[in-house]
């Protein structure tokens, strides 16, 4: 079981830097692989839950990284296994980055933008890009 806490989120200038963490307590942190996604504001018509995009994920040790073609240049995850936390630094920010940003835990790294492989999820921090 792991319990991921997301925080850094906030408002933001288009252009702007930020930087989220990501972090969850005890050892078996450093084992799993992380990915982040944003799930845009708001619901479609049929009310179903907005669709969790696929940001970037890092492999256990970080010498791994894979990126959405929207964000690779621009972002940049990292991971620290001392201090149980992965980062995501966001640079040249837009407004459609603008959403509610989670982690999640995944037994093994892949190169592929499913959220299906996570099976463990934080509760998400927002950034909000203003133009």
């Known amino acids: 079981q792991v319990q991921l806490v997301a925080s850094g989120g906030g408002p933001v200038q288009a252009g702007d830097s930020l930087r989220l963490s990501c972090t969850a307590p005890?050892?078996?942190?450093?084992?799993?692989?992380i990915g982040w996604f944003r799930q845009a504001p708001g619901r479609d018509r049929d009310f179903v839950a907005p669709t969790r995009h696929f940001v970037a994920s890092i492999n256990w040790s970080g010498e791994d990284t894979y990126y959405s073609d929207t964000v690779k240049g621009r972002f940049t995850i990292s991971r620290d296994n001392t201090q149980n936390t992965v980062y995501l630094q966001l640079t040249t920010v837009k407004p459609e980055d603008t959403g509610n940003y989670y982690c999640?835990?995944?037994?093994?790294?892949?190169?592929?933008?499913?959220?299906?492989?996570?099976?463990?999820w934080g509760q998400g921090t927002q950034v909000t890009v203003a133009s």
């Open positions: 999640a835990a995944a037994h093994q790294f892949y190169r592929s933008d499913s959220h299906e492989p996570y099976g463990y």
């Open positions: 005890g050892p078996v942190f450093g084992s799993y692989a």
